[in-house]
């Protein structure tokens, strides 16, 4: 029962990310050292890549929204003591919802008009999703680590079924829906702000709603009852009974709040970029997710830096794929895996030594 | 000429810090061979500081350690284990799905089979527990067995490792006043088969009952050692807080008033489907303290959560102030009932919040707090300030975080908590556990002041003493009923045979 030492915030929330991530670029560039390759130059190609220009900065933001919503609903969860594991189902589930408002209605209405359907199509559709495991974690006991994990297979399965047999495009080989009108696109940025120069890049309208999202999650956890509630409940579910706070129902709201941030990722990366519904869409950002959330400290600050940091990681990392053939896509999800490692897994790896050096200096 | 005997322990000068606090400073100490030592302090006096240095868990910053007159160093337990000190927790370190001889054999158990280990193990069990009335069945499942069993385990494992200075931690806390007569009886025969025992508790009868010699702690330091024959527990109490304290409460006679909490027939079970309380009828009336003595595990936890609507009573009804309850944690505040729980730890707080968003816990939906679903962390710090002011509560800032204060002034954030928002009755669990006799008298002092306000108490504590001193009647818990009612000074004695289950006036 002892206590986390407690470290200045600076430390806590700055220094401790930073050391992890320095680490998981001296052994990263360790590997890419062992490859043969110039790991100064790697890293001046990535961070150029990611950074250097806008055509680049937009990639790296279009990325981070996916992990700002998939960030936000990991650390949702997390704050009701959650490991909501399932983020990459939920999400295709939104995505399913989306879908469905912008076919029904892409050819009618202007895309401002179907995003807000779509929008609470997908956070319903992703909520549903979650609310199944919550429902099982609170009246049956099933643990929701396991059920969120087979849920996310589920997802895949149903996902495959309705776009190979129901939902595929006419005519189409392709397991795809047929490609969205006009109305069921959301503008780039590029388009709605021709003067910021982020050439062709991707990221949209939902990179805005991701940093509305970010506001909310933060007045939600911190200046409501509700929020107040489910974080009793995450660090002291006794406590929380005594409170009267019941734990079937922070249960099923932090689990479905959680689906439905994760359902919204599908905004960014179905109405904003792909503009129809294909397969694995995701691409794993339901998992990047939680590297996010742990890394970000489940607070909106961390999880926006963190997305960011993940963002860049592809978009530079990409850019380091191309400039560099022995560095391969492969080695570029290494070195994520490495950032994972360090941030997320091994995240209490300093933090003994830390303790030591400010704890005693500073007293408390 | 004979040279007189080493102690068996000598402490020279020994010091060890964590960060800015100095939990123990230079403590000079001898424990004499073949005696019974206690050692009594405050909550934080640095008592399990300083046996944890002796047990090999810490490593003292300055100053010299001496076993038998030999200087040693104890980097751990190990160590600590090879030199003949034993350490018995007060939280027992025993694996609940092994037998006893399975635990007994634990950390010794010899080579690749344990077969051989638990053949010579059967046998020296015999012996020590015939030498040492200790007997246990060695056979049974440690889970089943009785926490005065369990506390026999632990020191025959002690025993078995060949421990000539036997350190017990706060032993009779869990125990009934017949299993600790039993333990006293058992360390009288250690003593006489010339081990020597350390005995830390902070109940004086204990140490006046028992102890050859006492060692008071106070802020670190040792601030004397004395034979107990000539000290008494006035003393020892003095010496612990550095000045005369009150061991009884100053309070007039209770002018009780109308039932403010009724309840008839209750039966609960726990989470397991054991039924815990047994068919309990009660009234708490306004103006009184009604102490419910018993030892832990009785149902009195059972029945407090039930009251307070944590747990759902299979049968029976529970009124607060002349209405149904609610049955739910919330409403039933709404209602005027209160609850101090007995684990502030567990149940009362939450220690990684800070203390001001533990000032509200339960009282989250209190519309003072921001409007509608909003709670404004200015609205949530106001009232804790003025908990933490009319409390005393130190230090004096509510955005620390709530476990970083000790545990006097935690349970006083709770009690602020639950009786500044003026309930009609309030429930409270060991309202003192773990807490520094300054505050104790303090928190003593609140609830008496709310009796005298027209309040209804439901006191639950394992303190005798506790409860003698607070309560205007006292209800007497044994395996989930109320086996008697007595005065609010009943005599201990009767009380003590009450509480073990054999019944007062046949005894």
């Known amino acids: ?364 | 000429m004979t040279v007189p005997e080493p102690p068996a322990i000598e402490l020279v000068g020994v010091a060890k810090s964590f960060g800015a606090v100095r939990a123990n400073h230079d403590i000079n100490l001898r424990i004499a061979r073949g005696s019974i030592h206690g050692i009594v302090g405050e909550n934080g006096a640095g008592k399990s500081t300083l046996m944890s240095i002796l047990y090999g868990f810490y490593q003292a910053d300055a100053g010299q350690i001496r076993v038998n007159g030999r200087e040693v160093a104890i980097p751990d337990s190990r160590v600590a284990l090879s030199l003949g000190i034993a350490m018995v927790h007060q939280h027992f370190m025993l694996v609940e799905p092994f037998t006893v001889l399975e635990n007994v054999i634990l950390g010794a158990e010899g080579g690749l089979l344990t077969g051989p280990a638990l053949t010579k193990a059967r046998a020296e069990l015999d012996r020590l527990g015939r030498a040492f009335d200790l007997v246990v069945d060695p056979d049974a499942v440690t889970g089943t067995l009785s926490v005065g069993e369990l506390q026999r385990v632990e020191i025959l494992k002690a025993l078995y490792r060949g421990a000539d200075v036997l350190i017990l931690d706060e032993p009779t806390g869990v125990l009934t006043p017949a299993e600790a007569d039993h333990l006293f009886r058992v360390l009288r025969i250690l003593k006489e088969q010339g081990k020597t025992v350390v005995l830390i508790t902070h109940k004086l009868r204990e140490i006046m009952a028992v102890t050859d010699a006492v060692t008071v702690m106070r802020a670190g330091t040792v601030v004397a050692t004395k034979a107990t024959a000539d000290t008494d527990v006035a003393e020892l109490a003095g010496l612990m807080v550095g000045r005369r304290v009150l061991l009884t409460v100053e309070k007039g006679p209770a002018s009780p008033g109308r039932p403010v909490l009724e309840e008839e027939n209750l039966v609960v079970r726990d989470a397991r489907g054991v039924t815990r309380v047994k068919d309990v009828s009660l009234t708490v009336r306004a103006g009184e303290i009604v102490g419910i003595a018993g030892v832990a595990g009785n149902g009195q936890s059972e029945l407090m959560e039930a009251l307070a609507g944590i747990l759902k009573p299979v049968s029976g009804s529970v009124r607060i102030d002349e209405q149904k309850s609610a049955g739910n944690p919330h409403r039933v505040r709404g209602q005027g009932l209160a609850h101090v729980p007995e684990d502030r730890h567990r149940m009362g707080l939450v220690t990684a919040f800070a203390a001001s968003e533990n000032a509200v816990l339960g009282y989250q939906s209190d519309p003072a707090l921001g409007a509608g679903p909003l709670m404004s962390p200015s609205a949530v710090r106001a009232v804790a300030e003025a908990a933490f002011a009319a409390y005393d509560v130190r230090p004096p800032d509510v955005r620390l975080k709530t476990a970083l204060f000790s545990g006097g002034n935690q349970q006083k954030i709770v009690l602020a908590r639950e009786i500044e928002r003026d309930p009609v009755v309030l429930v409270v669990g060991q309202p003192t556990r773990g807490v520094d006799i300054g505050a104790i008298e303090f928190i003593h002092q609140r609830l008496v002041r709310l009796r005298d306000a027209g309040k209804g108490i439901l006191l639950i504590s394992v303190e005798l003493d506790e409860i003698r001193a607070l309560s205007d009647r006292i209800l007497v818990m044994f395996d989930g009923r109320i086996v008697g009612e007595r005065e609010g000074g009943a005599d201990e004695r009767s009380l003590g045979l009450l509480m073990a289950g054999i019944d007062g006036e046949a005894a």
């Open chain 1, 1 to 364: 029962m002892r206590a986390r030492k407690a470290l200045p915030g600076w430390v806590d929330y700055g220094l401790i990310p930073l050391l992890n991530v320095t680490c998981a670029f001296l052994v990263s560039g360790l590997v890419v050292l062992a490859i043969g390759a110039d790991p100064l130059e790697a890293v001046q190609i990535l961070v150029w890549g990611a950074f250097g220009f806008g055509e680049g900065i937009g990639f790296t933001l279009f990325y981070a929204t996916n992990f700002i919503f998939t960030g936000l609903a990991v650390a949702i969860a997390f704050h009701g003591g959650l490991f909501n594991i399932g983020a990459e189902g939920q999400a295709a589930l939104g995505g399913l919802g989306a879908t469905l408002v912008c076919l029904a209605v892409d050819r009618f209405v202007p895309w401002w008009v179907t995003l807000p359907f779509a929008a609470i199509a997908a956070g319903l559709f992703g909520a549903g999703w979650a609310a199944i495991p919550a429902w099982l974690q609170a009246k049956r006991g099933s643990h929701i680590v396991i059920t969120t994990i087979m849920f996310n297979f589920l997802a895949a399965a149903l996902m495959g079924y309705l776009l190979v047999d129901v939902l595929v495009a006419p005519g189409s080989m392709q397991p795809e829906t047929r490609t969205f009108a006009a109305g069921g696109r959301l503008p780039p940025l590029r388009e709605l702000f021709p003067d910021i120069g982020l050439g062709q890049a991707p990221v949209n309208v939902a990179f805005l709603l991701a940093l509305v999202a970010l506001v909310a999650i933060w007045v939600l956890v911190w200046r409501t009852r509700l929020g107040y509630e489910i974080r009793v409940f995450g660090a002291n579910p006794v406590a929380a009974s005594y409170a009267g706070i019941s734990a079937t129902r922070i249960t099923m709201i932090a689990m479905m709040l959680s689906g439905a941030l994760a359902g919204l990722m599908s905004l960014n990366e179905i109405m904003g970029y792909q503009q129809r519904l294909l397969l694995d869409f995701t691409a794993g950002a339901g998992f990047v997710g939680i590297a996010v959330a742990l890394m970000g400290r489940a607070h909106p600050v961390g999880i926006f830096l963190a997305a960011v940091l993940f963002g860049a990681l592809y978009q530079g990392g990409a850019e380091l794929a191309f400039e560099i053939p022995e560095i391969s896509r492969d080695m570029i999800v290494v070195i994520q895996g490495l950032v994972i490692l360090f941030a997320g897994a091994l995240e209490n790896l300093f933090r003994p030594a830390l303790v030591r050096l400010f704890v005693r200096r500073g007293g408390i």
